[in-house]
């Protein structure tokens, strides 16, 4: 039987043979804002260059939509609420819906790659991960729309209208999914803004959906940054918010919607706690801690991004750590065989590696794995920290990085308080062969969605969302349909 | 032979299963419609919101911990004292400006409220609850469970029965709450909390202030361990202020002009607890 010790000496030699993807992505030059069934230019003319974060060059210009883009966008969707989208049967609304999820899968590799050129994460994770869940989720709402008056026992669900849903760079295309799918299922019409580093994806749905025949105006795409997000935050003809993103711009988005009849959900930030204890599988609690944070180069708002380990089993958990996240493969993104793919922009790795430098200098001890990092493109090493204390920053904000703050608990009611002690409540991973356990203790931990024995597990019927300052409202599962539907 | 003199009740603030006075020493006059003096009323401070946003903080864990069955006994014995004290409550509505029929009839359906709510405490979570077929190999489960601490900005107009439409709901998910009682019309609601104290309530769960609204609405929607505000009104001033503040700790603020009998109402302060586990691992 291997110990720790013997591990930490013997470190593992990988070598792969490259295994890139070759499916052409079938990128336009340059995409238009998508308006009323329409490609159309943007009102002030303006295009960005979207970029390939793993080498640093343009796949295509993007449309930068601006205030008078996005009004263009709400009458569309008002007028197809109005005389379409709101009058339609939920059966034929249902129909539509189904064949956005077909042609999804159709076309699924070549939308994997789109993601991971255009996203920075593995082709393993948006060929597996990604693009079948988005399909998949339009496939679970399309069968919603026309059994509306079977889900709210006593009261009839009315749609909302025009829907403004801004969505964030780390899940574009699945993040899509979770914001159209349910809007049209109960009868809304959407206006969607993909984020700045990511409108690729958004732009080839927005293609997908027009050959999908959907009438004009249901659903409206207008890339842009942060100007264009709160234009549509700030639109007096909209009568719901969706919005995934950052803690900070969400309380913005809750301020500035205040005294306004504006609906809104929030999927908001997290630093969700992945306890594991002493009788847990360690290989597999490891393997778990692996996925919890690595996932998407830990670009996950429910990232398991503090560790919590049973002391006892705490040196035995780190040293099995190190020695696996030294075998794992950074690198093109396109590449089957890459673990973890770039970081998906400059000004995020700015952020990681000032969050980083901060856990150095308030006093915990960062261990990377030596490897090498591609010389173009944005990149960061899996990196951990011990020897870190609740007050530290790397323990308290979210790095949205590969970056994993590891703290130890003797009781399992020092993990609960532990766990709890965050703004945050997201997520969170328990590590225990005891069943009485896991429920006494996933009970107890103030986050909407807790993996035991597992983590990062996401499926359409399965209701995903934080309490406390990781949001407000649920998306997926008959939950997710309450946000668009009034009950009358 | 001198006439009795009855003993009049001094209207106190009631936290953490107590009834002091206002930290503040402060109170303010309550006259009935003829302007005959009735009560200095409690002017409960910033501070007494925040003393019971420490209580009700700390009662919090063992009232979601009781069982369903338990809270539903406790929210049918409110009902039952309340029953008792009918007398007391139909006088103090007149008090406060109500025909005898209307505080009849308001007395009454403050009772079956509080049955209504009773039966829901082992009811709504199966109403509200899912198994969620994943496809993956997975066991995927979601359960409501209390959004933790509620303030509670009471109806002006409906001293008693407009509190506890609101409150019932509340607690009866597992909630502990802070209520801000009607300005206008104050005297139910502190009448209210001797049922509490008498209803097994544990301490803390239920926590009742009189003050001014204008002066607490800020602090009460602005305080970073509420996890929700319930306002009860449809003044727009007061909606921006509440929701403004709330979005310092991104507090679930609710909305609701009137309220009507129903497990939505309880859905209204839940969260969604979501549960994975391997199948066949």
Redesign the interface.
Known sequence: MSTATAEKTAPLQWNYAPAPESVDPQFRKRYDLFIDGKFVAPAEGNYRPSINPARETTLAEVADATAPDVDKAVKAARKAYTKIWSKMSGKERGKYIYRIARLLQERAREFAVAETMNGGKSIRESRDTDIPLAAAHFFYYAGWADKLEYAFPGRKAKSLGVCGQVIPWNFPLLMAAWKIAPALATGNTVVLKPADTTPLTAMKLAELIQDAGLPAGVVNIIPGGRPTGAAIVQHPDIDKIAFTGSTAVGKWIQKELAGTKKRYTLELGGKAANIIFEDAAIDQAVEGIINAIFFNQGHVCCAGSRLLVQEGVADTVIAKLKQRMATLIIGDPLDKNTDIGAINSKEQLGRIEALVASGAEEGAEMWQPSCELPAKGFWFRPTLFTNVSQSHRICRDEIFGPVLSILTFRTEDEAVEKANNTAYGLSGGVWTDKGAKIFKVTRQVRAGVIWANTFNKFDPTSPFGGYKESGIGREGGWHGLQPYVELE | MSTRVPVQKTYKLYIGGEFPRSESGRTFDFNDAKGRHIANVSRGSRKDFRNAVVVARSAQKSWAGKSAYNRGQILYRLGEMVEGRRDQFIAELQQQGSSVADARREVDDTIDTLIHYAGWSDKYQQ?FS?V?????P?F?F?VP?P??VVALIAPQDSALLGLVNYLAPIIVGGNTVIALASDKKPLSAITFSEVIATSDVPAGVVNILTGYRSELLSQIAGHMDV?AVVYAGDN??D??????Q?????K??IFSEKQSQ?P?AILATQ????????IG?
Do not use: D, F
Not at chain 2, 132 to 136: D, K, L, T, W, Y
Not at chain 2, 246 to 250: E, H, K
């Open positions: 109403l899912t969620n077929p994943v496809a993956s997975h995927s979601s469970e959004t933790g996890n727009v001033e909606r921006k202020t509440i929701q403004s709330a979005s310092l700790n991104v679930r603020a129903s939505y969260e969604t607890k979501t549960t994975w586990h391997p691992l």
